[in-house]
């Protein structure tokens, strides 16, 4: 395996880049971060939606996150491949493709996190801001979202990991993130897939288990503050 990072390792890093697109462990990280960002407005937007008290705006957006995220992703993929050429009218590539099915699929994951995340502060937050004069968009945007978001970053972490993880179904549409590059590598050696494979799973298992303890130690220090708030 070593002598497999020893001939490999730029090729595993960054792709055919910059000679060609990005690609390999760097593509992964910019995709995950990437979706995440762009899939954490959609969230607060269903979640806000979700929790409204009109009943045409509330239901419809149930439905659509119960839908998605009763759907594997391999089937949002699938759906963002053949469909986005077809209501955009032009050839969508497979970075684009990706991000736009992971965008979809975490916004509605998001959006319970985030939904949990308001519910979870003391309704009298809300109460105390109306009383001040604010109305309830200018209340959920300068009083509720940043307590829940705060609250909620350890969630957000979690989610960030599952997104690295979901990143690999890009394999199946030829983007060329890690496990990709993984595949070409093996290709190339034929005779060493064990070793190949083995440093795909722990690439992923030493980025995965460093965030998921980077959330642990982050919900700690949070409750901890929450306990001893004049020690923050």
């Not at 690999?168 to 290709?187: D, H, K, P, W």
């Not at 190949?196 to 722990?202: E, F, I, N, S, T």
């Not at 298992?205 to 959330?215: D, I, Q, T």
Request: glycine share 8%.
């Amino acid at each position: 395996m070593w002598e497999i990072l020893q001939t490999y390792w730029l090729y595993y890093l960054i792709g055919q880049y910059p000679d060609g697109p990005l690609g390999g462990l760097s593509l992964t990280l910019a995709l995950a971060a990437l979706a995440l960002v762009l899939a954490l407005p959609v969230g607060i937007v269903l979640a806000l939606c979700r929790l409204s008290p009109y009943r045409l705006l509330r239901w419809p957006v149930t439905a659509v996150v119960y839908v998605v995220r009763g759907t594997p992703l391999l089937m949002v993929v699938f759906w963002a491949y053949f469909l986005l050429p077809t209501l955009t009218g032009h050839t969508t590539d497979q970075f684009n493709t990706m991000l736009a099915a992971l965008v979809i699929f975490d916004g509605a994951y998001l959006a319970e996190i985030i939904r949990a995340g308001i519910q979870g502060i003391p309704k009298g937050q809300m109460e105390s801001a109306r009383s001040l004069g604010f109305d309830y968009l200018r209340a959920m945007r300068l009083v509720i979202l940043p307590q829940a978001l705060r609250n909620m970053l350890p969630s957000l972490v979690n989610q960030f990991v599952s997104t690295i993880k979901e990143t690999s179904l890009g394999y199946i549409i030829s983007l060329g993130e890690v496990s990709f590059v993984a595949t070409q590598i093996n290709t190339q050696l034929l005779t060493r897939p064990a070793e190949v494979y083995l440093l795909l799973g722990l690439t992923y298992f030493v980025l995965c288990f460093s965030l998921s303890r980077f959330a642990f130690w982050l919900e700690r220090r949070l409750a901890a503050g929450a306990a001893h708030p004049g020690t923050r």
